[in-house]
């Protein structure tokens, strides 16, 4: 018997928690489209993903895929044996670019499925946990038939997904009942745009049986009860048939429900006729018979929507064509229109409320180094209850309002978390204090200052460029405490270097930014080089996202958003935007983003740029060429063949925005160029470190900043961390998992520290911690040396920090004692539990 049948709201802002949905039948669950940080939202909310059998997609792109890699990483670790993904091309493909190789493949009438396992090449591949991934591309080809028969897909729990694809190609639509109707020509791959909309059906809810009918008849409760509910038929001792329409009540039909994802508003006119089409020959019934007094009432309970499409428009569209009253009738009245992305509202609360109440608290000790947005300064009171958890119950209809209910507020949330958390700060107040101590005594000029004076103000005094700001300090995939690995380099106000972008890293620099998209868009104007130091997904695959949104940026697909200062940056590429400035316009140019890695990633972003990007490019018909959103430079030619990148990562520019004569920018003081030196380090194959240098005219470095990526302790990277004033380095593992560490070409947490101190690096920072570790770990050193070095020169990375570069080498005590914070909160937890 089915005890619940829902849709759960696991996403709904693209640059936060992409829209997305959970379908739960029973024990049968299925995402619809997965974007970044869906699966960090989920864990955030108890939202169970393990026993995942279906993902559907809507059409590839980057709200809709890029939480995929995740996901199947996840499944597979959790022993799943098999999962299935579902979508309009080019889907295939990029499974394929992820690293996934075919097993198998089936050809059906309308799709065509593969079955992947993981590159086994991999140093992360687990062969006792060995996952097989179906892949069902459906199929566009013309010469396909439009049968109802060919479009479902049978999913375990007996539910029918019927798929209808509407295709946009140069603002005309196609789609697979049209195209046999109206015999089109074939079309163009690369200049048209997929998409698929899904139909949920359900089967009957048996009736529940009438035990006095049965016991007229013979039946006893026991056994023939269980068969009689599956709809079948029993046979007595006395060789009599008793059928189940004799002893059950009639059965429970349920509305079935209905995906969409125009991608605009013309769009959307032709994906509502089409449906409108494929259900009329679905359930066989002819268009003379919807007159003004047929009712569907019942059939349909939701439309989800996953765009944001101005509805009188298209009403209006519909009315020009004759088909509004029809449509109305079938789609819109009796069913409820449910618009799942809301993008376009302000965000008050950060989502994912484990670690932004654990930035809130660290925000009280440093307001500088900890920022949170003003939103989350205020009380709840004082904000709208804008942002929701919604839950969609298809059966049973036991709730108020119809079958829709609001099941949590974020804020909510966020608000009962916060209040709890602080309650037991109050038993922490001397270890917060103890920890404002040790900031104010890292600064030798602040010992003797008066300790009412707020530490911030005392401490920005010391404080400019450059910073570094922690976006991820996780490994694998995002947890509730830990993003996925990122960093950025912010020289100065006009740019900044990102070293490996990993899923939801816009996320975390829109949250450093006050959840403000203005903010946002100046910072992303800045990034002038991105530098990925391997080839696995938590280290790149936030980059899609970024290239996205420069995307947006150069088409003007922001052109309405106001700046509020002056905001110029002089540049000999890229294209000119325009922002308003009060009465007048700021001129500027975007240059193409410059990324250094290996040459998987190259072809991960050709494919990004000829399906992902060409769609925008479809749909707007604005065009952007490759070279305006990024050039790539192989890492291994800047080896092996002594390219030389200083034309583009030579000319920084200055403070106020002027380029000095020999393309210099003054950085404390001096003027100075950077440069960024790949070196080879001992990890999967092509995987990277990097120098990164500020010099002065002569040359000469006056700052030297060493990262890491992912590798194991080598010599490559202590050859290159010598003397310098910080090296990132990652330290997966604790050193009780040493044998795993050197098993995957990871480090230990002792490992790294080693590297540091056998390179006299004057700071090590810790980071890119296995999920186990939800806080900071304590460790435990042999030797008396290391410890000595790990007390005074070593700091773990914390999410959402941000450190000015010439202040970090006073602050190993602080991070240290912020740690212990942070265990002590962590513990308090784990003992309420």
């Given at each position: 018997m089915v005890s619940e049948i829902y849709f759960q709201n696991t996403g709904c802002n693209s640059l936060v928690v992409p829209p997305s949905l959970l379908f739960v039948y029973d024990g049968y669950r299925a995402l619809i489209n997965i974007g970044e940080n869906t699966q960090r939202f989920c864990n955030e909310h108890r939202i169970r993903l393990s026993r995942i059998s279906d993902i559907f997609i809507t059409y590839v792109?980057?709200?809709?895929?890029?939480?995929?890699?995740?996901?199947?990483?996840?499944?597979?670790?959790?022993?799943?044996?098999?999962?299935?993904?579902?979508?309009?091309?080019?889907?295939?493909?990029?499974?394929?670019m992820m690293g996934y190789t075919i097993k198998k493949r089936n050809f059906g009438s309308n799709t065509i499925s593969f079955t992947f396992n993981y590159d086994e090449s991999s140093n992360d591949f687990d062969s006792s946990k060995n996952m097989d991934i179906e892949v069902v591309e459906l199929r566009t080809e013309s010469e396909l038939s439009f049968d109802v028969p060919n479009s479902v897909l049978m999913v375990?729990?007996?539910?029918?997904?019927?798929?209808?694809?509407?295709?946009?190609?140069?603002?005309?639509?196609?789609?697979?009942?049209?195209?046999?109707k109206k015999k089109r020509g074939k079309m163009d791959n690369n200049e048209s745009v997929f998409v698929a909309q899904y139909i949920f059906e359900y089967p009957d809810i048996p009736g529940k049986i009438d035990s006095q009918k049965a016991k007229l008849l013979g039946i006893e409760p026991g056994p023939l009860y269980a068969i009689l509910r599956r709809g079948e038929s029993v046979v007595l001792s006395s060789s009599n048939i008793v059928t189940h329409d004799q002893v059950c009540e009639p059965p429970t039909k349920i509305p079935c429900s209905i995906i969409i994802h125009p991608l605009n508003e013309l769009h959307y006119t032709e994906v509502i006729y089409t449906l409108f089409n494929f259900l009329i020959k679905m359930l066989r019934i002819k268009e003379k018979e919807f007159t003004s007094e047929y009712s569907m009432e019942g059939y349909i309970s939701y439309i989800f929507n996953f765009s944001k499409p101005a509805l009188q428009l298209v009403l209006n569209e519909l009315d020009k064509i004759g088909q509004l009253d029809k449509l109305s009738t079938l789609l819109f009245s009796q069913s409820r229109h449910i618009y799942i992305d809301q993008t376009d509202k302000p965000i008050l609360y950060s989502p994912f409320v484990t670690a932004s109440v654990q930035q809130n608290i660290l925000h009280c000790i440093s307001a500088s180094i900890f920022p949170i947005p003003k939103t989350e300064r205020r009380g709840v009171s004082e904000v709208s209850k804008n942002i929701l958890l919604n839950r969609y119950d298809i059966f049973p209809l036991k709730r108020l309002n119809g079958s829709f209910y609001n099941d949590k507020c974020i804020y909510e949330l966020y608000s009962t978390a916060k209040d709890v958390i602080f309650s037991k700060l109050n038993n922490l107040s001397s270890d917060i204090e103890h920890c404002r101590q040790i900031l104010r005594e890292c600064n030798e000029a602040l010992q003797n200052s008066d300790l009412n004076v707020d530490t911030d103000s005392l401490i920005n005094q010391r404080i400019c460029y450059p910073y570094l700001y922690i976006l991820g300090t996780g490994s694998a995939i995002p947890s509730r405490y830990r993003n996925v690995?990122?960093?950025?380099?912010?020289?100065?106000?006009?740019t900044s270097i990102l070293l490996d972008c990993g899923e939801g890293s816009v996320s975390q620099i829109f949250y450093l930014h006050g959840y403000r998209l203005e903010e946002l868009l100046k910072f992303?104007?800045?990034?002038?080089?991105?530098?990925?130091?391997?080839?696995?997904?938590?280290?790149?695959?936030?980059?899609l996202q970024l290239i996205q949104i420069r995307l947006n940026l150069l088409t003007q697909h922001w052109k309405q958003t106001r700046f509020t200062e002056n905001f110029i940056i002089n540049n000999n590429r890229g294209l000119t935007l325009e922002f308003e400035n009060k009465d007048t316009y700021t001129e500027y140019k975007l240059a193409p983003l410059i990324i250094i890695g290996p040459r998987k990633i190259e072809e991960i972003l050709n494919f990004h740029a000829k399906n992902i990007c060409n769609?925008?490019?479809?749909?707007?018909?604005?065009?952007?060429?490759?070279?305006?959103?990024?050039?790539?430079?192989?890492?291994?030619e800047i080896i092996y063949k002594s390219l030389k990148v200083s034309q583009y990562t030579g000319i920084i520019y200055k403070p106020d925005g002027e380029v000095n004569n020999n393309g210099l920018t003054k950085i404390n003081g001096l003027y100075s160029k950077i440069s960024l030196e790949p070196f080879v380090v001992e990890h999967i194959n092509d995987s990277y470190g990097a120098c990164v240098k500020f010099m002065n005219c002569s040359t000469s470095a006056i700052y030297s900043l060493v990262f890491s990526g992912d590798t194991k302790p080598c010599e490559n990277v202590v050859n290159a961390a010598r003397n310098c004033d910080i090296l990132i380095h990652e330290a997966t593992f604790g050193n009780e998992f040493a044998e795993e560490a050197t098993r995957k070409l990871h480090s230990t947490f002792c490992g790294a520290v080693s590297s540091g101190y056998n390179s006299c690096s004057q700071i090590t920072l810790l980071t890119h911690f296995s999920q186990r570790y939800p806080v900071t770990p304590f460790i435990e050193f042999n030797e008396s040396i290391l410890f000595r070095y790990?007390?005074?020169?070593?700091?773990?990375?914390?999410?959402?920090?941000?450190?000015p570069l010439n202040f970090v080498k006073d602050l190993p005590s602080f991070f240290?004692?912020?740690?212990?914070?942070?265990?002590?909160?962590?513990?308090?937890?784990d003992n309420d539990r």
């Amino acid at each position: 018997m089915v005890s619940e049948i829902y849709f759960q709201n696991t996403g709904c802002n693209s640059l936060v928690v992409p829209p997305s949905l959970l379908f739960v039948y029973d024990g049968y669950r299925a995402l619809i489209n997965i974007g970044e940080n869906t699966q960090r939202f989920c864990n955030e909310h108890r939202i169970r993903l393990s026993r995942i059998s279906d993902i559907f997609i809507t059409y590839v792109s980057t709200e809709t895929v890029a939480g995929l890699p995740g996901i199947l990483l996840t499944a597979q670790g959790l022993g799943n044996k098999k999962i299935r993904v579902i979508g309009p091309p080019p889907l295939l493909e990029f499974i394929t670019m992820m690293g996934y190789t075919i097993k198998k493949r089936n050809f059906g009438s309308n799709t065509i499925s593969f079955t992947f396992n993981y590159d086994e090449s991999s140093n992360d591949f687990d062969s006792s946990k060995n996952m097989d991934i179906e892949v069902v591309e459906l199929r566009t080809e013309s010469e396909l038939s439009f049968d109802v028969p060919n479009s479902v897909l049978m999913v375990d729990c007996g539910i029918r997904v019927y798929f209808v694809q509407v295709s946009i190609n140069n603002s005309q639509f196609t789609t697979n009942y049209d195209r046999k109707k109206k015999k089109r020509g074939k079309m163009d791959n690369n200049e048209s745009v997929f998409v698929a909309q899904y139909i949920f059906e359900y089967p009957d809810i048996p009736g529940k049986i009438d035990s006095q009918k049965a016991k007229l008849l013979g039946i006893e409760p026991g056994p023939l009860y269980a068969i009689l509910r599956r709809g079948e038929s029993v046979v007595l001792s006395s060789s009599n048939i008793v059928t189940h329409d004799q002893v059950c009540e009639p059965p429970t039909k349920i509305p079935c429900s209905i995906i969409i994802h125009p991608l605009n508003e013309l769009h959307y006119t032709e994906v509502i006729y089409t449906l409108f089409n494929f259900l009329i020959k679905m359930l066989r019934i002819k268009e003379k018979e919807f007159t003004s007094e047929y009712s569907m009432e019942g059939y349909i309970s939701y439309i989800f929507n996953f765009s944001k499409p101005a509805l009188q428009l298209v009403l209006n569209e519909l009315d020009k064509i004759g088909q509004l009253d029809k449509l109305s009738t079938l789609l819109f009245s009796q069913s409820r229109h449910i618009y799942i992305d809301q993008t376009d509202k302000p965000i008050l609360y950060s989502p994912f409320v484990t670690a932004s109440v654990q930035q809130n608290i660290l925000h009280c000790i440093s307001a500088s180094i900890f920022p949170i947005p003003k939103t989350e300064r205020r009380g709840v009171s004082e904000v709208s209850k804008n942002i929701l958890l919604n839950r969609y119950d298809i059966f049973p209809l036991k709730r108020l309002n119809g079958s829709f209910y609001n099941d949590k507020c974020i804020y909510e949330l966020y608000s009962t978390a916060k209040d709890v958390i602080f309650s037991k700060l109050n038993n922490l107040s001397s270890d917060i204090e103890h920890c404002r101590q040790i900031l104010r005594e890292c600064n030798e000029a602040l010992q003797n200052s008066d300790l009412n004076v707020d530490t911030d103000s005392l401490i920005n005094q010391r404080i400019c460029y450059p910073y570094l700001y922690i976006l991820g300090t996780g490994s694998a995939i995002p947890s509730r405490y830990r993003n996925v690995s990122g960093n950025i380099i912010l020289v100065n106000k006009y740019t900044s270097i990102l070293l490996d972008c990993g899923e939801g890293s816009v996320s975390q620099i829109f949250y450093l930014h006050g959840y403000r998209l203005e903010e946002l868009l100046k910072f992303i104007t800045t990034l002038k080089v991105c530098f990925i130091s391997h080839a696995h997904a938590d280290h790149y695959i936030g980059l899609l996202q970024l290239i996205q949104i420069r995307l947006n940026l150069l088409t003007q697909h922001w052109k309405q958003t106001r700046f509020t200062e002056n905001f110029i940056i002089n540049n000999n590429r890229g294209l000119t935007l325009e922002f308003e400035n009060k009465d007048t316009y700021t001129e500027y140019k975007l240059a193409p983003l410059i990324i250094i890695g290996p040459r998987k990633i190259e072809e991960i972003l050709n494919f990004h740029a000829k399906n992902i990007c060409n769609n925008e490019k479809v749909c707007s018909g604005n065009v952007v060429k490759k070279d305006e959103l990024f050039i790539f430079i192989s890492t291994q030619e800047i080896i092996y063949k002594s390219l030389k990148v200083s034309q583009y990562t030579g000319i920084i520019y200055k403070p106020d925005g002027e380029v000095n004569n020999n393309g210099l920018t003054k950085i404390n003081g001096l003027y100075s160029k950077i440069s960024l030196e790949p070196f080879v380090v001992e990890h999967i194959n092509d995987s990277y470190g990097a120098c990164v240098k500020f010099m002065n005219c002569s040359t000469s470095a006056i700052y030297s900043l060493v990262f890491s990526g992912d590798t194991k302790p080598c010599e490559n990277v202590v050859n290159a961390a010598r003397n310098c004033d910080i090296l990132i380095h990652e330290a997966t593992f604790g050193n009780e998992f040493a044998e795993e560490a050197t098993r995957k070409l990871h480090s230990t947490f002792c490992g790294a520290v080693s590297s540091g101190y056998n390179s006299c690096s004057q700071i090590t920072l810790l980071t890119h911690f296995s999920q186990r570790y939800p806080v900071t770990p304590f460790i435990e050193f042999n030797e008396s040396i290391l410890f000595r070095y790990f007390q005074e020169k070593t700091l773990f990375a914390i999410d959402l920090a941000i450190i000015p570069l010439n202040f970090v080498k006073d602050l190993p005590s602080f991070f240290h004692s912020i740690g212990s914070l942070l265990r002590r909160i962590h513990s308090s937890r784990d003992n309420d539990r």
